[in-house]
């Protein structure tokens, strides 16, 4: 399977710190993308790194690729109760084209 | 702008039965897609089409048939219906056929009994 692998599957942490999960992939790729989804609630895309880049950050976020690891990490800092959801990471493969999804890891922030 | 938006929230469906799920999006993308979410599986690519009258299949298409008449619309039809389409479909489009940040809708929750 070309889909990226999240670990761990399930995170619990107290409001105000910092998570971090980790995804790796097989392939080459063009970009990774990480997705959030709150419960009963279709995903949102949250950031999109490049292959020729090795950071990112949006707001609260920060992404890492490691290209040669084939492995990327989504760190959230300060997390918040309403962070609490799946993320998933998605590869998109250079040969294959399409985005294809791991299955997630479950974030719980406790107020 | 509603984005994706997906028809019906929820189905029950006896085995056998057929049912259309209906996706439309109004932002104008060309590629649209069909996933389903299972427990411990994650998403999985049903079908796909990059415009309208080209469809291809993804990496679980066996039950499933679509069409894409127009921009718009991307319906996926359950041919005949069986428990183990008992699952959540997600229906997304994407702007970027180089990117492919991809736009979900809210979802159809399908049992078949």
């Known amino acids: 399977s070309q889909q990226g692998e999240e670990d761990p599957q399930a995170l619990s942490i107290q409001e105000g710190e910092n998570a971090t999960m980790n995804c790796s992939y097989k392939t080459s790729i063009n970009n990774l993308q990480w997705y959030r989804q709150n419960s009963g609630r279709g995903l949102v895309h949250l950031i999109l790194i490049r292959s020729n880049e090795r950071e990112k950050h949006s707001g609260r976020l920060r992404v890492t690729l490691d290209t040669s690891k084939k492995s990327s990490s989504l760190l959230i800092t300060a997390s918040r109760a309403a962070d609490t959801a799946s993320y998933f990471c998605?590869?998109?493969?250079?040969?294959?084209?399409?985005?294809?999804f791991g299955q997630g890891t479950i974030l719980t922030v406790h107020p | 702008n509603a984005g994706v938006t997906q028809t019906p929230k929820f189905q029950v469906l006896k085995t056998g039965q057929s049912m259309t799920l209906q996706c439309a999006q109004d932002?104008?993308?060309?590629?649209m897609s069909w996933y389903r979410q299972d427990p411990g599986m994650g998403l999985r690519l049903i079908h796909y089409?990059?415009?309208?009258?080209?469809?291809d299949q993804g990496e679980v298409p066996n039950g499933y048939n679509v069409s894409r008449s127009t921009t718009e619309d991307f319906p996926l039809r359950l041919l005949s219906a069986a428990p183990s389409q008992t699952s959540v479909y997600f229906c997304a489009s994407t702007r970027d056929r180089y990117s492919y940040e991809q736009y979900f809708g809210p979802g159809t929750r399908l049992t078949v009994t």
């Open positions: 998605a590869p998109l493969p250079t040969s294959y084209g399409k985005l294809t």
């Open positions: 932002m104008n993308h060309e590629y």
């Open positions: 089409s990059v415009g309208a009258g080209i469809t």
